[in-house]
């Protein structure tokens, strides 16, 4: 298998992880929003919840910056 190949099929597994965090924290967004309902007083919010949320929200960030910069070095050795 030429080493072009394998940089291609990297990069296929890179787009699909990448979108597949994307769909995540999208995901993840909205129910924070829900959560973070503006006409629920503030001691009734769920904050054990929120902050969870926004742990996982913060990982799932730093693996999408993470793939993303590996997307940019395949892109590069690939010449695109």
Do not use: C, F, W
């Amino acid at each position: 298998m030429s080493e072009r190949l394998k940089y291609e099929g990297h990069m296929a597994v890179l787009e699909k992880s990448k979108k597949t965090l994307e769909i995540e924290i999208d995901g993840l967004v909205k129910a924070m929003r829900e959560n973070l309902d503006v006409v629920v007083r503030p001691e009734k919010l769920n904050a054990d919840l929120i902050a969870n949320q926004a742990l996982i929200l913060r990982n799932k960030q730093i693996d999408l910056k993470t793939i993303i910069a590996d997307i940019d070095k395949v892109k590069e050795i690939l010449g695109r």
